[in-house]
């Protein structure tokens, strides 16, 4: 993976969390006025419940309006007590989404410092792979250099092999001696 991929990918990685993040907010907010209106709604309908029974029962007679009020009065009592339940479990359940939006944005952070620290290592290890594998390059250009230079001397000397293992050279006779008590002299070029 080059770098250029490596940023890519950590810029990917950073807009889906942003992503993340924003949709977490937005379920945060819809789900604070779901639980507004729900809440509005479950104390507006018990007194929607009487008016309507109320304007019901105001056309009938005095003794079937009591009858049926007292009919009506339990069910909707029973169906209060039911709508004030299922409230506070909304609010529970509200409470609980809270906290696993808190929750998922913090290990989201979790998440982006962790692809931070591994493209930084990523990094790093590439770096020192590359030092590494310059260094021992340079060490054989160099060695390569030094045996071209004793090539191309080869080259301009006036040698032949003569026999299986040994050399001949057209050695230079009025040439001054080089190397431990002038053993060496130095060879005829190539005419």
Not at 73 to 78: D, I, R, S
Not at 106 to 114: D, H, P, Q, T
Not at 155 to 182: F, I, M, P, W, Y
């Amino acid at each position: 993976m080059d770098e250029r991929e490596l940023e890519d990918l950590i810029s990917r990685t950073a807009l889906l969390m942003e992503r993340y993040q924003r949709m977490c907010a937005e379920m945060a907010g819809q789900q604070s006025r779901l639980s507004a209106a729900l809440n509005g709604l479950a104390q507006a309908l018990p007194g929607q419940f009487r008016a309507s029974a109320d304007s019901a029962i105001a056309g009938l007679t005095r003794e079937g309006a009591a009858v049926v009020k007292h009919a009506l009065l339990a069910p909707v009592g029973a169906y209060e007590q039911q709508l004030a339940a299922s409230a506070t479990r909304l609010g529970h359940s509200a409470e609980a989404l809270a906290a696993e939006v808190t929750r998922l944005k913090l290990a989201s952070r979790g998440v982006i410092w962790k692809s931070v620290a591994t493209a930084a290592a990523a990094m790093a290890i590439l770096l020192g792979g590359a030092t590494w594998l310059g260094g021992r390059y340079r060490a054989e250009i160099e060695r390569n250099q030094v045996e071209a230079q004793l090539l191309r001397a080869y080259n301009r000397a006036d040698v032949v092999l003569c026999g299986k293992e040994q050399l001949c050279a057209n050695v230079h006779t009025r040439g001054s001696g080089v190397g431990e008590n002038g053993r060496y002299r130095p060879v005829r070029p190539r005419p």
